[in-house]
């Protein structure tokens, strides 16, 4: 039986010098452990295949860690998403056998993200995509990002939403209890329904967390 991992993620320079700049910059601070984790992180190579070897890991569907592009503004998130998801297409085609991914996409852009997207899983590299919850405080029901659920539905592509800051009061005390991962990833997917539109409706298939 092969053993493939879904939730997969990898880091770039140029994410670590914009949204992963905390990431990077905790680890600098705590140094030992905390740095020995970037290096691996960034690796999409040989050293990640010996490691899934060494943990009995077959394929892994690599995707950008968050908070990924959605906290960006446009131009910044389409070179952050054009980088990252030009590293997944080289390492696929390097390895064909042992990686896919899901594109990152400027959400900030919805038109362009959905031509991202269509132009990410038909070359075969990419099987969907993954987004990080909100969008500066905007939630996939929104119609605005509707071009890219359209993109999705189309491509018969799902859509990994994972969780993110959270922004509300209440939403950010959930924070603080075991399971607030699960509670993020859930306010994007109700919210589907809780729009009441048959359209977000229909899209709930490709959502998954």
């Given amino acids: 039986m092969r053993v493939i991992t879904l939730e997969e993620h990898f880091a770039t320079p140029l994410f670590l010098d914009g949204p992963g700049q905390d990431l990077k910059n905790a680890a600098l601070k705590f140094e030992g452990r905390a740095m020995k984790l970037i290096e691996p992180l960034c690796d999409i190579g040989d050293k990640r295949i010996a490691a899934m070897e060494a943990a009995g890991i077959d394929f892994q569907m690599l995707s950008l860690t968050s908070p990924g592009t959605e906290q960006l503004d446009a131009a910044e998130a389409m070179a952050l998403a ?4 030009d590293a997944v297409a080289a390492a696929v ?3 064909p056998k042992r990686f896919a991914g899901f594109a990152a996409l400027p959400t900030m852009a919805p038109d362009k993200a959905a031509q991202e997207l269509e132009q990410r899983v038909r070359s075969g590299a990419f099987k969907g995509a993954v987004i990080n ?5 905007r939630y996939l029901d929104d119609k605005f990002f509707w071009p890219i659920l359209e993109s999705a539905e189309a491509l018969n592509a799902p859509i990994h939403i994972h969780p993110t800051n959270l922004r509300s009061v209440s939403e ?6 075991p399971s607030w991962r699960r ?3 859930a306010v994007s997917a109700a919210r589907q329904y809780d729009a009441g539109d048959d359209q977000a409706a229909a899209a709930d298939h490709r959502l998954f967390a």
């Fill in 82 to 85: 054009r980088e990252s998801n």
């Fill in 133 to 137: 919850g909100h969008v500066r405080g």
């Fill in 183 to 185: 509670i993020a990833v």
């Fill in 93 to 95: 085609k390097k390895n």
């Fill in 172 to 177: 950010a005390a959930t924070r603080h209890r």
